[in-house]
């Protein structure tokens, strides 16, 4: 896809939308972890997914197109890697700061990019990218990171990259009807463990009315502001701003959790940004 069909032009309303969104995304994910003593994290991430999926659903209507048997097997596996990525993602930010734990489950999309990569030079950002993990995990100084925190945001990078894997084959069909089937497949994978978790609880009227705000916060506002940017920016520019999300995590952390970071893992987290742009910056 060439440069000009993003409708490049306008940068700083396209930077300004990108950073908007993932302050929300973040801000969604410090209010998500709120609610982790009400209905657990699986109970969280089973509203979330859930109130995002009724959301897609409404929007794209994916019942107005048939649906062949092999796209839909495509389909469920995108939902299902999404469904694992989030769960255990709340599962993992149970027990870990909010800026570790978004900067370690970046191991996902930077394997799926090294993987694609034909570069020798890229290496070097491999070596970055697992010093500063090594920084975060119990085979480095650990630096008080819970050990099966860490685990559980490791499975979460992994289901990331799948999601990306799968999502492309998915991608192949109707783009609406596939992230709308997509996400309420994913709904159907979390809710058993939501349900499991917290029970009746998640019925109360006032978490009801806190799981839409996390689904708004956390999906719908920031991917139609991220779509805001694509339109102006290209994918190249566009990675390279993505790669930042770690520290506004961090930030977000800090500001409304007060979730401190050490001076280490600070310094980690810094690499896994650091290896995030320079494979995005030097990608095709």
Do not use: H
Request: aromatic letters at 6%; hydrophobic letters at 55%; a positive charge.
């Amino acid at each position: 896809m060439s440069r000009n069909s993003f409708g490049v032009g306008d940068p700083a309303l396209s930077v300004a939308a990108l950073v908007a969104g993932m302050v929300s995304l973040q801000c969604g994910a410090t209010f998500a972890k709120s609610l982790f003593p009400a209905v657990g994290a699986a109970g969280t991430a089973s509203l979330r997914v859930g109130f995002s999926a009724l959301i897609l659903i409404a929007l794209w209507r994916p019942w107005r197109r048939s649906l062949p048997l092999r796209e839909a097997g495509w389909i469920a596996l995108y939902g299902t890697a999404l469904g694992l990525m989030n769960l255990l993602f709340y599962l993992a930010l149970a027990r870990l700061p909010l800026g570790p734990a978004v900067a370690i489950e970046f191991a996902g999309p930077l394997a799926v990019a090294l993987v694609a990569s034909r570069r020798r030079s890229d290496f070097l950002w491999i070596g970055v990218a697992v010093l500063g993990l090594t920084l975060l995990l119990p085979i480095g100084t650990g630096d008080g990171l819970d050990p099966l925190g860490i685990a559980l945001d490791l499975g979460a990078a992994l289901a990331w990259a799948l999601y990306i894997l799968f999502g492309q084959r998915a991608g192949r069909a109707d783009g609406g009807q596939a992230v709308s089937l997509g996400m309420l497949t994913a709904a159907l994978v979390v809710a058993p463990f939501g349900v499991a978790e917290a029970g009746a609880g998640l019925l109360a009227p006032g978490i009801l009315t806190a799981g839409l705000a996390v689904a708004l916060m956390t999906s719908a506002l920031p991917y139609s502001l991220e779509m805001v940017a694509l339109r102006r920016l290209d994918r190249k520019s566009f990675g390279v701003l993505m790669s930042l999300e770690p520290a506004v995590a961090t930030c977000a952390g800090l500001a409304l959790l007060g979730e401190r970071i050490s001076a280490v893992q600070g310094i980690a987290i810094g690499l896994v940004i650091a290896a995030s742009v320079g494979i995005t910056a030097r990608s095709r």
